[in-house]
């Protein structure tokens, strides 16, 4: 193999480290964060704590992992280290086999990305049934494990499975299963580690390579993975990182019902006929609803009353705050009700993507109902939804919502 087809492959690599965000989560989003990140600027100018919201259901307690990488005080690498020690670091982890480099990163002279807190390493990894792109991050991040090891959305990403533990010194531990969007035999399997003080440790692999998958699965089970990225070996290379000077705080979770909670309230209010399926609450508040033999997606998110949410109103008020098909309703009680129709963006258009309604009340509360049309986030396509706007502006003004 030539060195630029290594080199390809390397970039394909590092490429595969990060997590793919679903483009339509981008969407909905963009307004809701844009607008909190605001508030969380005039709090911070008051003195005041930003909230962060949290979701944490369906999480496993487990004793604990032998061997978990201990906490370092340290506020400067405690022990330099060159690319060659660090990747043989990870091959020495590796199971029997043969392994190729394409790729090692000088740990504290900064990631691919830039980031000098975060270094990594790719290999193609040979067990005997075929060589496998395998990939490592080592990282000293601003997350928790609230943030640092989650699941991927299983509607934004096909998946298998995943399984999420955490152990009593309050690190995680996740191993997602991910299937590919376009190619139907390539596997994705990544394990993640994170602790509490920000240390975060990934490993990716593939069955093959990201677009030539060789065999059926990644060569290392379930098992292998967990005993992988938990090694005590990765304290090496922690010590080898800058420690940031401001240890991670857990974020103070958002008041307001869980995920379950807005899914239980959603059902009941769907027109009759529609017919619910594949809720998912793990990675917030998704529905799949088949309605007059079309499938589309719903999600709803309720922001309790309060000066964020009164903000929020003042916000979707102003012109400028939508796209080009908003269209806003000030109803007598002081309510305000917005629906909007929009692309892959907010401004976007053409084709029609995404549906949406929400209601402001006077005191900050606000219900939204989010739709696209398909089964899940990766698969959204234009065309008729299974509900129309008047059917979300119904179901998000219900009276149910504020009692």
Known sequence: ????????????????????????????????????RR????????????????VTAGLTTVVGWPGSHAAHPATEPVRPMTAEESIDLFTALLPQGKSRVLFAATPAEGAPNGD?????????FDDGKGESLISYTVSRTELTPEAGAVCMDGFTMPQESCE???????????VDKLKDRNTDDHREWRATWAAPDGRQVMITEHNGQPATPNRESPPLDAEQLRALVTAPAW???FDALPARENAPKPPTPEPGPKAEELLAALVPLLPPGAVPSGQDGRNGPHLTVTYEGRTSMLSVSVTEPGERGISDKEYAESEGSAGPLAVRERRPDGSTVVTNMFGNGKTAVDPILHWSAAVHYADGRAIEINEWNGENGYTFRPGTPALGLDQLKAIATAPSWRR
């Open 1 to 36: 193999m030539s060195f630029e087809d290594e080199f390809a492959q390397a970039l394909r690599g590092a490429v595969a480290l990060a997590p793919e965000p679903g483009l339509h989560t981008l969407a909905a989003a963009a307004e809701r964060r844009g607008r909190r």
């Open 39 to 54: 508030n969380q600027r005039r709090a911070l100018v008051a003195g005041g704590l930003a909230a962060a919201l949290v």
């Open 116 to 124: 000098r807190y975060q270094t990594g390493g790719t290999v193609l």
């Open 164 to 174: 999420r533990t955490v152990a009593p010194d309050g690190s995680a531990l996740v």
């Open 235 to 237: 304290e090496r290379l």
